[in-house]
């Protein structure tokens, strides 16, 4: 059971279409993330939201856009993407104030884009 | 820019025996040193982490110790057991927000009974 949940776990879409990846967190916390996993490669942090406010944006395509509506939820929004992009998203949430620095992860969402 | 290095990418060992992990690091502002466990098709979980005002910790089967002078970290697994088999992913923080973290490429730790 995991405190931070994303949907979908599995997209296919094409080149054209619109998508969202939605991640929610039951923890309480206050700082939200987005990486990137693809095959072979580190974790790539993408975008850091602390108190709903966006912190960090990685030098990644604006075909990738951010959305945090509340410190409970976080979006990316899809839009024209490449095959390259196809990857595992994970969501990753945190409590900036405390002493730990652990991240605590969703299961991810599998993108394939075709 | 910052950079994590870590070896080996994949590992085998059998079980009972001792499994060790290196990580190596660019930012010798980095402070914060998490390891990751990813079991497969399961999301990455904090195993251990270190701070770099102490050298080395442990927590049951599992330990790090940090180098700052080297700039190098490793894990330490021993007594191996099959659950242990995952992939692993050393980080480095490297300021700002925790999550912040520049990840190791991963290694593939295989136990075999």
């Known amino acids: 059971e995991t405190g931070v949940t994303q949907t979908p776990r599995h997209l296919v879409m094409g080149m054209t279409n619109k998508k969202s990846l939605k991640c929610e967190q039951h923890?309480?916390?206050?700082?939200m993330y987005w990486y990137k996993q693809s095959a072979k490669k580190p974790l790539e942090l993408m975008f850091v939201y602390s108190l709903e406010e966006r912190v960090e944006n990685n030098s990644v395509p604006s075909r990738f856009s951010p959305e945090c509506p509340n410190s409970s939820h976080l979006f990316l929004h899809l839009h024209t993407l490449q095959p390259e992009d196809s990857a595992l998203y994970l969501c990753?949430?945190?409590?900036?104030?405390?002493?730990?620095?652990?991240?605590?992860f969703g299961e991810g969402s599998r993108l394939t884009v075709l | 820019g910052e950079n994590v290095e870590q070896h080996p990418s994949t590992l085998s060992v059998q079980e009972g025996d001792s499994a060790v992990i290196k990580c190596t690091y660019s930012?010798?502002?980095?402070?914060?040193f998490p390891w990751y466990k990813q079991e497969l098709g399961k999301r990455p979980q904090l195993i251990i982490d270190?701070?770099?005002?102490?050298g080395e910790k442990k927590d049951q089967r599992i330990a790090v110790t940090l180098n700052k002078t080297a700039k190098h970290f490793s894990l330490h697994i021993t007594e191996t057991q099959p659950e242990d088999s995952a992939v692993y992913f050393c980080a480095a923080h490297y300021g700002g927000s925790q999550g912040n973290l520049i990840f190791g490429k991963g290694t593939k730790l295989s136990v075999k009974p």
């Open positions: 270190i701070r770099s005002n102490v």
């Open positions: 930012d010798s502002a980095s402070n914060y």
């Open positions: 990753a949430s945190s409590q900036e104030d405390s002493i730990t620095g652990e991240l605590f």
């Open positions: 923890l309480g916390h206050n700082a």
